[in-house]
């Protein structure tokens, strides 16, 4: 594992003040990991204000590869869902970006984002 690519419930453990998940990134990213987080997953789950202070924070300080959804992009994600018969752009997304650099998908829902396609390691947050 190179890297870790973060989902929906990743940030939401963030914007929750989630001192384990907060231990793990820090780590990660000392150790010198890649942490990618897609676009559409900030999308996702961002509302603003300032029950997101800990997440805005996060998104702004730390060490982070943005990851953009290009047109090659939407069309992999359509040919998977029709593949895997996933529906969640985000997740399908999310699974196609962490496989296609050797990430980890840290989440919520291991078994959700397993449907989608083999992950190298899924980390339960």
């Not at 202070?53 to 959804?69: N, P, Q, S, T």
């Amino acid at each position: 594992m190179i890297g870790l690519t973060l989902d929906a419930g990743a940030l939401i453990a963030i914007e929750k003040g989630d001192s384990r998940v907060a231990g793990l990134l820090r780590r990660s990213i000392s150790d010198g990991l890649i942490v990618a987080v897609p676009t559409v997953v900030i999308a996702q789950v961002w509302r603003g204000g300032p029950r997101q202070a800990l997440l805005a924070a996060f998104l702004a300080k730390a060490k982070l590869d943005i990851v953009g959804y290009g047109l090659e992009d939407a069309k992999a994600v359509g040919r998977k869902i029709s593949e895997c018969g996933h529906t969640d752009v985000v997740d399908v997304f999310t699974v196609l970006h962490a496989n296609a650099h050797g990430h980890a998908v840290v989440t919520s829902d291991p078994q959700d984002i397993g449907r989608i396609g083999p992950l190298i390691e899924p980390i339960l947050v």
